[in-house]
Nanobody, 128 residues
Framework: EVQVVESGGGLVQAGGSLRLSCVASGFTFDYAIGWFRQAPGKDREGVSCIDRGDGDLSYGDSVKGRFTITSDNGKREVYLQMNNLKPEDTAVYFC??????????????????????WGQGTLVTVSS
C-alpha cells in the first residue's frame, strides 16, 4: 500500500522556524517528491521538491533562501526546514509523490507531473 504521511506543523511566531517531515512508503518506481501548500482562499502552490533521477532541487520564489528541502533513506523520508517564517507562510502543507517535479518559470514555483499520492496535510500557522 502506498502512503505519504506528513508531520511537524504547528504554531510559530514570525521569524521562527519549523521542520516538516514526510514519510513515503510502498512506491516501486523512482519518484519525485515535494512540498506544496494551500492558504485559505488560495490555490495550492508548489513550495519545494526533489525530482527523480539526479534529484534536482527546486524552490518557489517566495521561499527561496528561507526553506531547505532534504531527503534521507532514498527519498523515503523528506524534510522541509522552514526558517524566518512569515505570516504569509500560513497554510496547510502537503507532501506529494509523483513522476517528475521541476520549477515553472510561468508560475515561479515547482510543478509536479503525474501526482501519485498526496499526504493528508499539516497546518502551519505563523503569527505576526
Amino acid at each position: 500500500e502506498v502512503q505519504v504521511v506528513e508531520s511537524g506543523g504547528g504554531l510559530v511566531q514570525a521569524g521562527g522556524s519549523l521542520r516538516l517531515s514526510c514519510v513515503a512508503s510502498g512506491f516501486t518506481f523512482d519518484y519525485a517528491i515535494g512540498w506544496f501548500r494551500q492558504a485559505p482562499g488560495k490555490d495550492r502552490e508548489g513550495v519545494s521538491c526533489i525530482d527523480r533521477g539526479d534529484g534536482d532541487l527546486s524552490y518557489g520564489d517566495s521561499v527561496k533562501g528561507r526553506f531547505t528541502i532534504t531527503s534521507d533513506n532514498g527519498k523515503r523520508e523528506v524534510y522541509l526546514q522552514m526558517n524566518n517564517l512569515k505570516p504569509e507562510d500560513t497554510a496547510v502543507y502537503f507532501c506529494a509523490v509523483g513522476r517528475t517535479c521541476a520549477y515553472s518559470t510561468s508560475y515561479r514555483f515547482p510543478l509536479m507531473q503525474g501526482v501519485e499520492r498526496w499526504g493528508q496535510g499539516t497546518l502551519v500557522t505563523v503569527s505576526s
